[in-house]
């Protein structure tokens, strides 16, 4: 048995020397950037890096952007897919063609499904026609603060899929004896939902409350490829920022910003794991 385990370790390893070179040591080496000045002596500076960038208004706006387009978009993604999972349970083995259809967006390149989006959104598109139609007055979605709706319905239909097949393979796995005797008993629906379906999926409710929410974290490249390096404000995201900082070649004010960003993602997943361990206790 011990021999067994020995000879995993020769499999994981070129993963794991690739996970070590690539980033492991690029995000500790980093540290040192964000810790000093950019000059040709790279002296030590301390915090000054953090202090000078928490005053930086572009970083505070991409910031405020990102986290609220994240707000926005994991919860949607989170209720809607589980409405839809919850309704493709019930008409199994019939529900594998919705499904499947559902899926397919996430599997799509994402080049192709902007190029969709810009023929939808487009000031002639089929979004405009149908506004036209009933009488509305056409808006130009692809410019300015209304950028943010394109953006948002983007990310939902994009990974909407995915997280209905995670929700879907948790409702399957409760036993249906559960359902059966809460019915003798007299529970009605959302007596069920919240007695019994939502308590037995907690590990892979809070799985997709943490992909999402990285998911809407990279959305930066959909708003690059619309909006371009400098969008609207409404819109302009952190991604944003670092790209054009990148540009500049900046490295202390990018990776200050990385560092920072990512003190708040460890704070914001930290707090849902404590979430998710009260709940489990509660309803273990």
């Known amino acids: 048995m011990f021999t067994k ?31 000093t000045d950019g000059t040709y002596k790279n002296s030590f500076v301390g915090l000054q890096n953090y202090i000078n960038i928490w005053q930086n208004q572009m970083f505070l706006l991409g910031l405020r952007n990102t986290l609220l387009l994240s707000l926005i978009c994991a ?3 989170w209720v ?26 996430y599997l799509m390149p994402s080049s192709a499904m902007l190029l969709i989006w810009l023929l939808v959104f487009d000031y002639g598109g089929v979004v405009n026609r149908l506004m036209a139609a009933f009488g509305a007055e056409r808006v130009i979605w692809l410019e300015g603060a209304q950028l943010r709706l394109p953006i948002v319905l983007l990310f939902i239909w994009k990974n909407l899929g995915f997280a209905v097949v995670i929700f879907l393979a948790a409702l399957q796995a409760i036993p249906e004896p559960l359902y059966e005797y809460a019915r003798l008993e007299g529970a009605g629906f959302f007596r069920q939902t919240f007695g019994i379906t939502l308590p037995m999926i ?28 400098y969008p609207d404000e409404a819109v302009y995201t952190l991604q944003n920022y670092m790209n054009n900082m990148y540009g500049k070649l900046n490295y202390q004010n990018v990776t200050t910003a990385a560092y920072s960003f990512a003190l708040i993602v460890f704070a ?6 404590l979430l998710q361990r009260a709940l489990q206790r509660r309803f273990s």
């Open 80 to 105: 809607l897919s589980f409405v839809i999972a919850s309704l493709l349970n019930r008409l199994r083995p019939g529900g594998a063609f919705f499904r499947n259809s559902i899926l397919m967006p």
């Open 268 to 273: 914001l997943f930290g707090a849902l794991f």
């Open 202 to 229: 907690i590990p892979s409710a809070f799985l997709i409350v943490i992909l999402e929410w990285i998911n809407a974290f990279k959305i930066f490249k959909e708003v690059y490829f619309i909006g371009g390096a």
């Open 5 to 35: 385990k020995k000879s995993v370790w020769l499999f994981l390893l070129p993963g794991l020397a690739g996970l070590l070179l690539f980033y492991v040591i690029p995000f500790v080496g980093g540290i040192w950037y964000s810790l």
């Open 75 to 77: 919860p949607t993604v």
